[in-house]
């Protein structure tokens, strides 16, 4: 029993040295023990780091974008733990990793945005960024190019089954002309556009009938004619003569009635019918023709319109045409976006005057729903 007193006085001395660093001793032997730190605990005062993943966005450097809204991909951190994360005031749930991700709305011009992050021991971080929102302007051509399409039929006659009636030598060759014109340098699509050699009266429905099943209210159509025409004084009617027409008989005729009633079918926005035959004014009330301004541009799109030109009035004109020549080449060495019908005619009007002796026609073709506009030929 004395012994073990001994031995506990001892571990009682030599835990008292150690704590002071004091050397033990006894009668054989001495042991100096070193002091033992002691740690304390260092308050956390840091507070989450946040970065962004996608857009990057440098610190203070302001974001652009051309779009009324963006998504938000970002990252915050901490050794502590996060509590929370808010964008704008709007908690954001977060990934184990503390990955964000959320939707911005934004309003034309600088959009300020503030996100707040705190970690377990209530330390904040506040973050702020600047994202510009810049709306793309939006042009007459991105209205169309967006709501609308270009059509054409395109129909040149140079044969013609009855010996009666005289062939042609240059309409074939004109409408294959304006055809990969009007592909090449305006916003008119291959498959949209239909060119028909030496059609048959047949042909003429037929085509007529699909445009009618397929074009929108929104879209734009031209027709082209380039063949014989002919004018019946007595019936006071025009008629267009297909490949397959007679001269004695009128079955296979077209008549100007018959298109007209097609061209009310045909619900376009914008209908320009350009004829290059015989007696070709007589599908319309002729007017003056003069430059638009090209201010005008955008309201003359808003408007219906049903135009026509035509290379004579109600006489005869000759085969190699003026009119398609000088028509075709203003369209080529068009340079403006913009284009209406009646600058296009207003262009060609005296060359085709001063080298023929015919006398081209521009208009409205009468009660088919013309309210003012006019055809734009919008330029790739």
């Known amino acids: 029993m004395k012994a073990t007193r001994i031995l506990l006085l001892l571990v009682l001395v030599l835990g008292c040295a150690a704590m002071n660093g004091q050397e033990v001793k006894s009668k054989k032997t001495s042991l100096r023990i ?15 780091a946040i970065a962004f993943i996608s857009p990057k966005i440098p610190a203070g450097i302001k974001y652009y974008s051309k779009q009324p809204e963006m998504s938000l991909i970002g990252k915050a951190t901490d050794e502590s733990g ?37 970690d377990e021991k209530e330390n904040l971080k ?43 030598d240059n309409p074939i060759k004109d409408a294959e002309r304006l055809y990969q014109t009007l592909i090449d340098h305006y916003q008119f699509k291959k498959e949209n556009i239909k060119l028909v050699k030496d059609a048959t009266r047949a042909e003429l429905i037929r085509s007529l009938d699909e445009l009618a099943g397929k074009v929108t209210e929104n879209d734009n159509l031209v027709i082209f004619y380039a063949g014989h025409g002919w004018w019946d004084a007595e019936a006071a009617n025009g008629y267009w003569l297909p490949s397959d027409a007679e001269k004695e008989v009128k079955t296979n005729w077209f008549r100007n009635s ?16 350009v004829a290059d035959a015989c ?18 541009y955008e309201r003359l799109y808003e408007l219906p319109s049903r135009k026509a030109m035509t290379s004579g009035t109600l006489t005869e ?32 009007r005296l060359a085709v005057i001063n080298n023929s002796d015919a006398i081209p026609q521009y208009g409205e073709i009468e009660k088919v729903g013309d309210e003012g506009g006019d055809f734009i030929f919008l330029r790739k």
């Not at 959320?102 to 959009?111: F, I, M, S």
């Not at 190019?145 to 059509?151: F, G, L, P, R, V």
Request: hydrophobic share 35%; aromatic share 10%; glycine share 4%.
């Open 82 to 118: 996060l509590s929370f994360l808010s964008v704008m005031g709007e908690m954001q749930s977060l990934t184990e990793t503390g990955i964000f991700n959320t939707r911005l709305e934004l309003q034309p011009g600088e959009n300020r945005f503030t996100i707040v992050a705190m």
């Open 317 to 348: 004109v000759p085969d190699r045409s003026s009119f398609t020549k000088y028509l075709i080449r203003r369209l080529e060495e068009n340079k403006d976006t913009y284009l209406s019908s009646e600058q296009l005619f207003s262009s060609f």
């Open 279 to 296: 007696f070709g004014g007589s599908i319309f009330k002729t007017r003056s023709a003069f430059g638009t301004k090209e201010k005008a």
């Open 126 to 168: 506040e973050v702020e960024f600047v994202v510009e929102y810049v709306p793309p302007v939006v042009t007459l051509a991105d209205k169309i190019s967006e709501t609308a399409n270009y059509y054409g039929l395109i129909i040149g006659i140079n044969n013609y089954r009855d010996k009666e009636i005289q062939d042609l």
């Open 34 to 48: 070193s002091n033992i730190p002691v740690v304390k605990e260092v308050p956390d005062t840091e507070p989450p």
């Open 258 to 273: 018959t298109l007209v009633d097609y061209l009310k079918e045909i619900n376009t926005r914008h209908t320009l019918l």
